[in-house]
């Protein structure tokens, strides 16, 4: 199995500069799940749980519980709040009554920031089996930094009431120094790719102990980070899977779009929009060019709060660590003209090692398996016009628009908890979610074809109550 290499020394030297961040999608408090109750008397209900054996893994624990979903495991300590914090809306329903197995465990590697149940251990995974199976396994990637419960509430709870064993993830580094995973730049992120393969791989096997034959299907499902994740299993690995569900999945191009060309212009010119007086039309107009949406307006001070920032420092560190020198991860909030400041970083002229180690990561548009992706037209993290309408024209180019489709939901945003703080202004995309789930299954299970690819209009008049649980693909 693969083992997550280490970087030169040199970069572990580096004064620590990067703080902890608030919860968004790419990092989480760093509190972690507790540790995982002893294993004592197992109900009936958990048949062949001894059997449930992970290929690989170099340390694993199973538990018979009564609930699979969140509304058990969080008193049970086999979720942790903070890796899924912020991402769903607070008035998002939690399936109950699917009680099972599961399994908490992590793979040979080197690193050590995922500190769940006191094992300071990284891919760390969680493989859930519930009593009342329907044939299939989803496979998921966590979502920016975050570990391996982060999809547990947005569709880790979805998937097991649904009937689906679940597997999840945290891509072999966490938190906001994961760049110092890896031997030279773009290791990091790109273990992140093996390590999904490497758990549907044991997963697979899991499920076929468990139940006696193997999953009829298997889907990769994912949402940032992780809807990156699927585009590249279903690139790379499609003989792993039946097809996908990519939740603003983030691009990652050699030349261009990446999160390295659209966040230094954010931060660049939002500081001067905010102050108003006469520079504010300029850096206006500058950061509509950057990507960001007319209409948006309202979701950009949030935003360079708490996400441009880190995130631009972060992932060029990963990237790029050469551009601020001996400085871990820049210096936060640095205006521009400060020395080595991210607000300056120009991709385009950054030396040619930084685009070999984005070439680690690099997606292609050439999938194999039906995949169904779905983008909020509000995302100021990774705009849409940067990322998922590139990555649908990446698909066409490929000649693989038959297996695609595409929705561009109109005022969604990156993270669903926006959709409290705006009522009415952000659309929730849990139910797309559940709608582009629906629509693979018909896909593959009765080869109906999905709704052709288009923008999902804000329903009128809808309100919050609606727009939770509503979200045709025909819209």
């Not at 899977?241 to 390295?260: A, C």
Request: with cysteine; charged share 20%.
């Amino acid at each position: 199995m693969p083992r997550a290499p280490q970087r030169h020394h040199r970069r572990w030297l580096r004064p620590a500069a990067v703080a902890a961040a608030a919860l968004t999608a790419w990092t989480a408090a760093p509190s972690a799940a507790a540790p995982l109750p002893p294993d004592g008397t197992r109900p009936a209900h958990c048949t062949r749980i001894d059997a449930a054996k992970v290929p690989g893994a170099a340390r694993q624990q199973a538990s018979c519980l009564d609930e699979l979903t969140t509304a058990g495991t969080v008193t049970s300590g086999h979720t942790d709040p903070a890796d899924w914090a912020g991402l769903t809306p607070e008035g998002l329903a939690t399936p109950r009554g699917v009680p099972g197995i599961q399994i908490d465990g992590y793979f040979p590697d080197t690193s050590t920031t995922n500190t769940n149940h006191g094992w300071n251990h990284d891919s760390q995974f969680v493989i859930r089996l519930p009593d009342r199976w329907n044939g299939g396994l989803v496979v998921s990637g966590a979502p920016g930094v975050r570990e391996q419960y982060a999809n547990d509430r947005a569709f880790g709870d979805w998937a097991v009431s649904q009937g689906y064993a679940f597997a999840a993830t945290d891509k072999g580094a966490t938190g906001a120094a994961f760049h110092r995973d890896g031997r030279t730049p773009g290791d990091a992120l790109a273990e992140g790719n093996l390590r999904v393969t490497q758990l549907t791989r044991a997963a697979r096997q899991v499920v076929a102990r468990r139940y006696q034959r193997p999953p009829s299907r298997t889907l990769a499902m994912g949402m940032s980070n992780g809807g990156y994740l699927v585009r590249w299993q279903l690139e790379n690995h499609p003989e792993l899977y039946d097809g996908g569900v990519d939740w603003e999945g983030t691009l990652w191009r050699t030349e261009g779009p990446n999160l390295l060309t659209f966040l230094p212009p954010a931060l660049r010119h939002y500081p001067s929009y905010a102050a108003g007086g006469a520079g504010a039309e300029q850096a206006h107009r500058a950061m509509k060019a950057a990507g960001y949406p007319a209409g948006s307006e309202f979701l950009w001070p949030f935003h360079h709060q708490y996400y441009w920032d880190l995130t631009q420092r972060i992932y060029r560190e990963e990237l790029d660590p050469e551009f601020d020198g001996a400085t871990e991860a820049g210096t936060p909030f640095c205006a521009p003209g400060t020395p080595a400041c991210d607000a300056d970083y120009v991709y385009a002229h950054r030396p040619g090692e930084v685009r070999r180690a984005v070439a680690k990561i690099a997606l292609t548009g050439r999938i194999g398996k039906p995949l169904i992706s779905f983008h909020g037209t509000y995302d100021v993290l990774l705009p849409i016009s940067r990322s998922s309408d590139v990555y649908a024209r990446l698909v066409r180019r490929e000649g693989r628009s038959h297996l695609h489709r595409y929705y561009r939901v109109e005022a969604g945003t990156h993270v669903d908890s926006l959709a409290d703080a705006f009522p009415g202004r952000v659309r929730p995309l849990v139910p797309c979610h559940r709608s582009a789930a629906t629509a693979l299954e018909r896909w593959l299970d009765d080869g109906v074809r999905p709704p052709s690819s288009r923008t999902l209009k804000l329903p009128e008049g809808a309100g919050p109550e609606k727009l939770l649980t509503h979200c045709p693909l025909n819209g």
